[in-house]
Nanobody, 124 residues
């Protein structure tokens, strides 16, 4: 497993941008697909974006496709989520996760390491 620490959350106005970072420790980071999930108040945790270990394959939820970009820097053991054109419905706690596999996954059960989460609030 890897240890994950998210940062970069905060309060932003509707239409604004934020970039989340997830710093990983552990020697297996570069062999793992990474994902971002989010959980809004009163709702279940949902998939947002995922990226293969190589960084060449990406998956996005329909709700964020075209607005969010997931990327990674394996030299820095860090994965990012660039979020543009933010909407109030993007308000949630965002979690970084490391998968058991090297290809991206959308089901949270296929991830075995999780960060503590970072709050993103979009005000209208």
């Amino acid at each position: 497993q890897v240890q994950l620490v998210e940062s970069g959350g905060g309060l932003v106005q509707d239409g604004g941008s934020l970039t989340l970072s997830c710093a990983a420790s552990g020697r297996t980071f570069t062999s793992k697909a990474m994902g971002w999930f989010r959980q809004a108040p009163g709702k279940e945790r949902e998939f947002a974006a995922a990226l293969s270990a190589s960084g060449q394959i990406t998956y996005y939820a329909d709700s964020v496709r075209g607005r969010f970009t997931i990327s990674r820097d394996n030299a820095k053991n860090t994965v990012y989520l660039q979020m543009n054109s933010l909407k109030s419905e993007d308000t949630a706690v965002y979690y970084c996760a490391a998968s058991k596999f090297n290809r991206p996954r959308t089901d949270y059960s296929e991830y075995d390491s999780w960060g503590q989460g970072t709050q993103v609030t979009v005000s209208s």
